[in-house]
């Protein structure tokens, strides 16, 4: 398990498998991009967003939520920049009908003693830099060329000429010739809305929360009681047309959001709000289950932000794949209240009492994918070890957001009165927990079943309890230890350690 | 209030005015089926979803959890029948631009003495066939004609003549000629995925989560340890594009849907099943604060099910705009594990160990709009009365749905004393339960301001509380009755009122 790629195969088996997460559609050979969760995925999934809102909206003070709809009025989209600007550098190979995105396929020329001699192509990748240079010489060797091979310098497609692009070989058939300019792709799905198909009715799904949260402001501020500083959240479905959807559910055409924008007074310090901001999201992170130690920030470089960007940091998860985003805030200043209130005409703004002064707030956005925390959880707890001499896969997820918060065992299913019993208190916490009742197999194999979907409790129900009012047995699944205790004991330390 | 439409218009001014609903892209002039649920809104909807999913889901054990993604594979469509079927008749009137669902326009000839001399149009109402009659006399009157007017028999579009869309009279216009034939219309959302915008890349929005279950069927049977009989239950968006989106959150265009797929044996009896299923849904409808009396049954006409239905009931509520559908209970058979069975090559079908034999088990559907419960219960709740004089707004929400649980107040804002102790109060709750708290302004205007969102509980710190150590108030929405009890009291109270 020490490969990577071993580690999220593992973890895409599990998901299928055990059924938290299947590819969409998959009795039609799946769907590109799409992803369906399953009995135990949707649990997670839930239990995730569930502890987001209540940490970020109910146990707040200053944070309202909302649920606005995925297909606004265009407008929006005109003003918030994405019709213009959401786009991927697409390439085309018009001899295999591959897809690139051409930032992520890179070329080089190929030239040995002063003379370009050809022109060699990679995809992105860790080795693509030596993988180039073996080309090269394959190429030089080939064609029989005397003389120094001069450095490979790599640059992606969009930096291409467009002499070049005849000249450029296609990664899908290493022959040049057959791979278009590169063109913006936008990347918002389209659609119309009413019964004309034209230019008049189009719409689009929208590719992030965050502008239905700017175009309900004053909405909110009109309503909800609400005061400067403050904070508007939002959890819901987003759709990219990606050109190139890829390592499971982290890039995938369909995914949900949580956003929060959270509104600032133009003459506050927006540097300790943002500092803020990730010091909270970091913390929250650690609080459902995910270490500081697989956490690491990337602040955006100061000459790659928009012009509108005060600043930008990611906090970055070590994925089984690579370090990778897992959550952005961004500093946005005024710039999409500003936008909108231009195109729309409306005010969107905020009247301060005690500076009697009207502006525009400036804002923080805290954005984190609810499928990318469902896969960070899961890399986490994903464990196998052994277990009385046997293999165990065991899902360490916190009992907050397990899916099942225990699971109930009679210790044999042939004598009425453990089932009884074990039924009875499988009844009274169904009430309060999402829990689960086995009572097929060997004990050890029933909890075996759960430590895979990471059911952090398992209570057995045994002779014991019956014949000497012992209590129940509350397994442990991380430290396997067994306590002993009463039903109504059972039922407090279960809301204790569900509810922290 | 006695006039429906006052009441509808009282809601929904309610609902812009304290944050329950606002029109989509409302800064955009708003856009025509869509809504935005704003920061009590979205509290409503959250409680009412986590209910359903409680008591269907959590507290079951005979059904699981699913959540599938809004775009599926197309094929999914074509097998369900829907590309086919799914459509709505449209007729359009080429001068106005004006477009109507043609079974919601009426026509009729008008005959004098045998004589046809002309046509007149209504748009459907509990009113047209008067207006219809009255049209037909000035028709006669204007044309001077003698004799006596022949009975005006109304039909809709769909069955109009070819030779008549010439002589029938836009409603928009009154005059004819310029209707067209109606033609089918479908309501999915269309649109393309990846990087064509062709035909083989078409893709739809689901107009249902239903399909997203049976699609899935075999990964939960094959991973889901479920047993005939049982259920897999899906929450989530669909869209439908509706030529006629109307009465508010009824009939949207992107709405929210709870559908439970609940699996049987073919050879059981399913008029039981579908009977239970109807009753469990009353059940459930009133638990959560709808009125049986507000309930009635709707058993489709055998004659206008679908050929594979066996019967589906429609349960009523009376909305202030009519008696409407609620939700839907349909006897399905094994019509759609059959198609995708047939059109993906898979079998999707069921071991019974009992009898030793394969089968595609049949389905009972009940399918519930999250919107419509949100309306129905609203519409429950919305009264206007008078409280010590003055004219009150009250949302009589049961607590387990209601968006804040209780609101607590110091007395007055100007003793530290009282504020401390509210203030911890307010901390203590807010772990628990979604509760708001408020200093400002009169004591009975605070309250009035909860009782208008629906907050059962008052909670006033006063000075008793501080200095005869008596407890806090407790006021009731609904009683308006107070009582005094200690802040642990407080507590348990709510706990149990929320968590029935």
Redesign the interface.
């Known amino acids: 398990m020490a490969d990577p790629t071993d580690k999220m195969e593992s973890i895409i088996n599990l998901c299928?498998?055990?059924?938290f997460v299947?590819p969409?559609?998959?009795?039609?050979?799946?769907?590109?991009?799409?992803?369906?969760?399953?009995?135990l995925?949707?649990?997670l999934?839930?239990n995730i967003k569930q502890a987001w809102?209540q940490d970020f909206?109910?146990?707040r003070?200053d944070i309202?939520?909302?649920?606005?709809?995925?297909?606004?009025?265009p407008?929006?989209w005109k003003a918030s920049g994405h019709i213009d600007n959401f786009t991927d550098p697409?390439v085309?190979c018009k001899e295999s009908k591959m897809?690139y995105r051409a930032d992520q396929l890179f070329f080089a020329p190929v030239r040995v003693a002063g003379e370009t001699i050809g022109y060699v192509s990679v995809l992105e990748d860790d080795g693509m830099q030596a993988k180039a240079e073996e080309m090269a010489n394959d190429m030089k060797r080939k064609l029989a060329k005397q003389g120094a091979l001069e450095p490979i310098v790599l640059k992606d497609y969009t930096e291409s000429l467009p002499e070049e692009h005849a000249l450029i070989p296609s990664p899908a058939t290493g022959k040049p010739g057959s791979l278009t300019p590169p063109r913006s792709?936008n990347m918002m799905?389209?659609?119309?809305?009413?019964?004309m198909q034209d230019a008049s009715a189009t719409?689009y799904?929208r590719p992030e929360t965050a502008q239905?949260i700017f175009?309900?402001f004053?909405?909110?501020v009109d309503?909800?009681r609400v005061k400067l500083p403050f904070g508007?959240a939002q959890i819901g479905?987003a759709?990219r047309?990606e050109?190139n959807p890829r390592n499971f559910i982290f890039r995938s055409?369909?995914f949900e959001q949580m956003e929060i924008e959270y509104f600032i007074s133009p003459s506050s310090d927006w540097a300790t709000a943002h500092k803020d901001w990730i010091e909270g999201c970091l913390a929250w992170f650690e609080s459902i289950g995910i270490p500081r130690a697989k956490l690491s920030l990337y602040p955006h470089p100061t000459e790659k932000l928009a012009h509108y960007s005060k600043g930008t940091t990611d906090i970055m998860f070590e994925f089984p794949f690579g370090v990778q985003e897992l959550q952005g805030v961004a500093a946005r200043g005024d710039f999409d209240l500003t936008q909108?209130s231009n195109?729309?005409g409306?005010k969107?703004d905020w009247f301060d009492e005690a500076a009697k002064a009207r502006y525009i707030p400036h804002v923080i956005e805290p954005s984190v994918g609810v499928d990318r925390v469902f896969l960070a959880l899961l890399t986490t707890a994903y464990h196998e070890d052994e277990v009385e001499g046997e293999k165990r896969v065991v899902l360490r997820l916190p009992a907050r957001v397990a899916p099942f918060k225990a699971a109930i065992f009679p210790l044999v299913k042939n004598k009425p009165e453990l089932v009884e019993r074990a039924e009875a208190l499988y009844r009274r916490l169904?009430?309060r927990?999402?829990v689960f009742?086995d009572a097929a197999g060997a004990i050890g194999r029933r909890y075996r079943r759960q430590d895979e979907i990471g059911t952090p409790f398992g209570i057995t129900i045994d002779f014991e309890t019956i014949e000497k009012n012992a209590g129940v047995t509350v397994r442990d699944r991380d430290t396997l230890e067994q306590v002993r205790m009463t039903e109504d004991e059972v039922v407090r330390y279960l809301d204790d350690k569900v509810n922290g």
Chains 1, 2 share one sequence.
């Not at 969409?24 to 009995?39: Q, R, T």
């Not at 309202?64 to 009025?73: A, F, M, P, T």
């Open positions: 299928k498998r055990r059924g299947f969409s559609s998959d009795i039609y050979g799946g769907f590109n991009g799409f992803f369906d969760y399953g009995p995925g949707v649990e999934k839930n809102w909206v109910h146990r003070d309202v939520g909302l649920d606005s709809s995925i297909i606004h009025h407008t929006t697409l085309d897809r792709f799905f389209q659609t119309y809305v009413g019964a719409a799904l239905g175009i309900n004053k909405n909110v309503t909800g508007i479905k759709f047309n050109i055409r369909e909108h195109v729309s409306q969107l169904k009430k927990h999402n009742y």
